[in-house]
């Protein structure tokens, strides 16, 4: 299960939308759980969970494979206390996520800093992030979790495309 946490405070639609996109046009089957607060999303393919007490969101934290967030230190921490991989995306002032860009500052301070945790600065980098931790769960869970086939085909099909392109070169 992957974990996406929004906060209480403020939407941030913009995280769930594209996370969707990720899951639906790579094909993912893992199920994503969502801590949504005041979402405005009519229609979404995750379960929405408005708010959780600390108690329920320990225990997606727990049982998730990765965490998706906004640049909130609570999170930050809560990934390195447990020792999770983190997709970390800020909101952003100019597009009305927040009344600041203190998000985007955190970012970059951390970005490169801890090696399980993600900091992506644009779309591409958001999906080139989901991929790689989906796919550093679902390789190291290869012998117990049938899901993890898609992510071993995109990994294979990864390896052949720099082959042919290096054979090619020769």
Not at 100 to 126: I, V
């Amino acid at each position: 299960m992957i974990f996406l946490t929004v906060g209480g405070q403020l939407p941030f639609d913009r995280l769930i939308v594209d996370v969707e996109r990720w899951h639906q046009e790579y094909g993912i089957e893992e199920e994503v759980v969502v801590q949504c607060g005041d979402s405005s999303l009519k229609e979404c393919r995750f379960e929405m969970i408005d708010r959780l007490s600390v108690e329920k969101f320990e225990g997606y934290v727990k049982r998730s494979s990765f965490i998706i967030s906004h640049v909130g230190m609570g999170n930050i921490i809560t990934c390195l206390n447990n020792k999770k991989k983190g997709v970390f995306l800020p909101r952003l002032k100019n597009l009305g996520e927040h009344r600041n860009d203190h998000q985007l500052s955190t970012a970059n301070m951390f970005r490169g800093k801890f090696s399980n945790l993600h900091f992506p600065s644009s779309r591409e980098e958001l999906l080139e992030d989901l991929s790689a931790c989906y796919s550093s769960y679902a390789v190291r869970n290869v012998h117990g979790d049938i899901k993890a086939n898609a992510s071993i085909q995109c990994l294979s099909d990864f390896v052949s495309e720099k082959i042919s392109c290096w054979i090619s070169k020769k």
